[in-house]
């Protein structure tokens, strides 16, 4: 009888990686015929069970215990968290640009034509759109942290190639990978926007923005510097050194977060999505177009400058040049302080039309005065230029992640591909306008963009809800102090259940904001008594809460 009840019982399905099948002892079995004895587990079973590839998968999977999701008590938006997310954006968004200041060392190293590596930054650049288009919308559909820290561990197995392979052919086609898995920053900043609190989301996108742009000075000086005392491959060393330290950081201490819209989405759905998404949001499309503008200036001074400066006007050597990028430090010294002194305390608007403003007056003093021999318009310029667009486009980002709040990283994908097309256009217009027409020719063409930017913002105004006007008048002050973009009442995504505040009153703020007809009195008045009900019903709730729960209901945000 209990020969045959062992028999009887299933094995354990998924035993854990690693650990021996015991079998249970019996007691003979009183019948006369021996038991047969069990046949072996074939191979292909055998490997689901005990391949090293599941174990790996089950290390690289867990995650540490004061990081898992609870959604009693879940993990809170830290300024530990903030720059974490900073440091392994910077230094993952550095790998597009190792390459750039060192391509006559790799054309030498390789022994081919120059014109043959000085497609590996065109190749990046297009592994980097790919990735923007068709892996950061799964940010809304996957769980953050497997999907990043899996994203940070493919780049850096194809690292390791680009340090060990002595191919062009080889290295191109690992640079192009590599560059599509290098769009974990793009996946980090609507993170940040679902995390930190709506009235200080801009200071937060900052310090993660001012470490993308600090990951790319250093790696351009970095490179130049490095290969000129070492080789190319002590670079690329290093950064993969930097991949695997991000690596290990986010395992050990990025938390874990449901997914955000775990909906039946299909994937074609979800990028479909993001054009309708244009056609929904006004507030995007102005963003996207200023975007555009914005960073095609950006591009086509950079690619710009290094003629300029190693031309005749000026004749640096290229170690100067490279080392000119330094000034960008001062837009991120002073990017955080003007975002949460100024951004988060009033309407995004504003800080996109000073940081216009910033781009249009550097780009005039630089185009006129540059041009002559002078290289304070260049410096002011890089400054100015630097700080302007850092400015417009982290209230931009505030501004959009407040239209759909479960669709952050398609509207932050929407946002980027314009942004990044902005780029192609800003470095192919650049170059050819300036072989045309000289350094003045160039910026000239770059105060027009600016020009269209300004455009675009003048058109429609802070408080208008439909595509073109400045209904509900010109003020450039919060009516909601706590919100990101001043009207939008919203709440943080990963909160407890007694925070879901109604929604009926935000709805009757938004139709207050509509209906402002151009007065600013009667809108505000309108979008006060909203944000009062919706604040009166998160107290009653609340209070509630607090009587009927056995735990005891704590309110830790609010609207």
Same mark, same amino acid.
């Given at each position: 009888?209990?020969?045959?009840?062992?028999?009887?019982?299933?094995?354990?399905?998924?035993?854990?990686?690693?650990?021996?099948?015991?079998?249970?002892?019996?007691?003979?079995?009183?019948?006369?015929?021996?038991?047969?004895?069990?046949?072996?587990?074939?191979?292909?079973?055998?490997?689901?069970?005990?391949?090293?590839?599941?174990?790996?998968?089950?290390?690289?999977?867990?995650?540490?215990?004061?990081?898992?999701?609870?959604?009693?008590?879940?993990?809170?938006?830290?300024?530990?968290?903030?720059?974490?997310?900073?440091?392994?954006?910077?230094?993952?968004?550095?790998?597009?640009?190792?390459?750039?200041?060192?391509?006559?060392?790799?054309?030498?190293?390789?022994?081919?034509?120059?014109?043959?590596?000085?497609?590996?930054?065109?190749?990046?650049?297009?592994?980097?759109?790919?990735?923007?288009?068709?892996?950061?919308?799964?940010?809304?559909?996957?769980?953050?942290?497997?999907?990043?820290?899996?994203?940070?561990?493919?780049?850096?197995?194809?690292?390791?190639?680009?340090?060990?392979?002595?191919?062009?052919?080889? /290295? &191109?086609?690992?640079? =192009?990978? +590599?560059?599509? #898995? @290098?769009? !974990?920053?793009? $996946?980090?900043? *609507?993170?940040? %926007?679902?995390?930190?609190?709506?009235?200080?989301?801009?200071?937060?996108?900052?310090?993660?923005?001012?470490?993308?742009?600090?990951?790319?000075?250093?790696?351009?000086?970095?490179?130049?510097?490095?290969?000129?005392?070492?080789?190319?491959?002590?670079?690329?060393?290093?950064?993969?050194?930097?991949?695997?330290?991000?690596?290990?950081?986010?395992?050990?201490?990025?938390?874990?977060?449901?997914?955000?819209?775990?909906?039946?989405?299909?994937?074609?759905?979800?990028?479909?999505?993001?054009?309708?998404?244009?056609?929904?949001?006004?507030?995007?499309?102005?963003?996207?177009?200023?975007?555009? /503008? &914005?960073?095609?200036? =950006?591009? +086509?001074?950079? #690619? @710009?400058? !290094?003629?300029? $400066?190693?031309? *005749?006007?000026? %004749?640096?050597?290229?170690?100067?040049?490279?080392?000119?990028?330094?000034?960008?430090?001062?837009?991120?010294?002073?990017?955080?302080?003007?975002?949460?002194?100024?951004?988060?305390?009033?309407?995004?608007?504003?800080?996109?039309?000073?940081?216009?403003?910033?781009?249009?007056?550097?780009?005039?003093?630089?185009?006129?005065?540059?041009?002559?021999?002078?290289?304070?318009?260049?410096?002011?310029?890089?400054?100015?230029?630097?700080?302007?667009?850092?400015?417009?486009?982290?209230?931009?980002?505030?501004?959009?992640?407040?239209?759909?709040?479960?669709?952050?990283?398609?509207?932050?994908?929407? /946002?980027?591909?314009?942004? =990044?097309?902005?780029?192609?256009?800003?470095?192919?217009?650049?170059?050819?306008?300036?072989?045309?027409?000289?350094?003045?020719?160039?910026?000239?063409?770059?105060?027009?963009?600016?020009?269209?930017?300004?455009?675009?913002?003048?058109?429609?105004?802070?408080?208008?809800?439909?595509?073109?006007?400045?209904?509900?008048?010109?003020?450039?002050?919060?009516?909601?102090?706590?919100?990101?973009?001043?009207?939008?009442?919203?709440?943080?995504?990963?909160?407890?259940?007694?925070?879901?505040?109604?929604?009926?009153?935000?709805?009757?703020?938004?139709?207050?904001?509509?209906?402002?007809?151009?007065?600013?009195?009667?809108?505000?008045?309108?979008?006060?008594?909203?944000?009062?009900?919706?604040?009166?019903?998160?107290?009653?709730?609340?209070?509630?809460?607090?009587?009927?729960?056995?735990?005891?209901?704590?309110?830790?945000?609010?609207?």
């Amino acid at each position: 009888m209990t020969s045959q009840a062992t028999r009887d019982t299933p094995a354990d399905p998924n035993p854990t990686p690693g650990t021996p099948t015991h079998q249970t002892p019996t007691s003979p079995s009183p019948s006369p015929s021996p038991s047969p004895s069990p046949s072996p587990i074939p191979p292909s079973k055998r490997s689901l069970h005990s391949s090293p590839w599941r174990t790996l998968y089950a290390i690289l999977s867990w995650t540490p215990p004061r990081c898992r999701w609870d959604p009693a008590r879940p993990p809170q938006f830290s300024m530990s968290m903030n720059v974490l997310f900073a440091f392994a954006g910077g230094f993952t968004v550095a790998n597009l640009y190792y390459s750039h200041p060192i391509l006559n060392v790799l054309a030498r190293d390789f022994g081919v034509a120059y014109e043959e590596v000085a497609q590996i930054p065109t190749v990046m650049q297009a592994g980097y759109a790919a990735g923007l288009l068709f892996l950061c919308p799964l940010g809304d559909l996957l769980p953050r942290r497997p999907f990043v820290v899996g994203l940070v561990g493919v780049t850096v197995l194809m690292w390791l190639g680009l340090c060990l392979t002595t191919s062009l052919p080889t /290295f &191109t086609a690992l640079s =192009f990978l +590599a560059a599509i #898995t @290098t769009v !974990t920053p793009q $996946l980090m900043l *609507p993170l940040v %926007g679902d995390l930190a609190p709506p009235h200080r989301r801009a200071a937060a996108l900052s310090i993660v923005v001012s470490g993308l742009m600090l990951g790319i000075l250093t790696a351009r000086v970095l490179s130049g510097t490095l290969t000129n005392y070492t080789t190319w491959r002590a670079v690329y060393w290093l950064a993969l050194g930097l991949q695997t330290v991000i690596f290990a950081s986010l395992w050990l201490f990025m938390p874990a977060y449901p997914s955000t819209n775990p909906t039946g989405l299909t994937y074609a759905q979800l990028l479909a999505s993001i054009v309708r998404m244009l056609g929904r949001h006004p507030v995007l499309a102005q963003a996207c177009v200023t975007g555009f /503008f &914005t960073s095609a200036t =950006f591009t +086509a001074f950079w #690619t @710009t400058l !290094t003629f300029l $400066l190693a031309g *005749p006007a000026y %004749g640096y050597a290229p170690l100067a040049v490279g080392l000119f990028g330094l000034i960008g430090i001062a837009a991120l010294l002073c990017g955080p302080v003007y975002a949460r002194t100024v951004t988060d305390r009033f309407v995004p608007h504003l800080s996109v039309l000073v940081g216009l403003a910033c781009c249009l007056l550097g780009i005039s003093v630089g185009t006129y005065v540059g041009g002559s021999g002078h290289v304070a318009g260049p410096v002011l310029q890089a400054a100015l230029l630097d700080f302007g667009m850092q400015t417009a486009q982290i209230a931009n980002r505030s501004a959009i992640y407040a239209v759909e709040p479960q669709r952050r990283n398609g509207v932050n994908t929407a /946002f980027m591909v314009a942004t =990044f097309c902005g780029q192609l256009v800003g470095t192919a217009a650049g170059n050819h306008v300036y072989a045309r027409a000289g350094w003045v020719g160039s910026g000239s063409a770059s105060l027009g963009c600016i020009g269209c930017a300004i455009v675009a913002m003048g058109v429609r105004g802070p408080w208008e809800m439909g595509w073109v006007g400045w209904t509900g008048g010109w003020s450039m002050v919060k009516v909601d102090k706590n919100s990101a973009d001043g009207k939008t009442a919203e709440t943080a995504h990963h909160v407890r259940k007694e925070e879901v505040v109604d929604g009926g009153a935000e709805e009757k703020m938004l139709d207050g904001v509509a209906a402002g007809g151009g007065k600013q009195e009667p809108l505000k008045e309108s979008i006060q008594s909203g944000v009062e009900e919706v604040r009166s019903a998160e107290n009653r709730r609340s209070a509630e809460n607090v009587r009927t729960s056995t735990e005891g209901g704590i309110i830790m945000g609010q609207i």
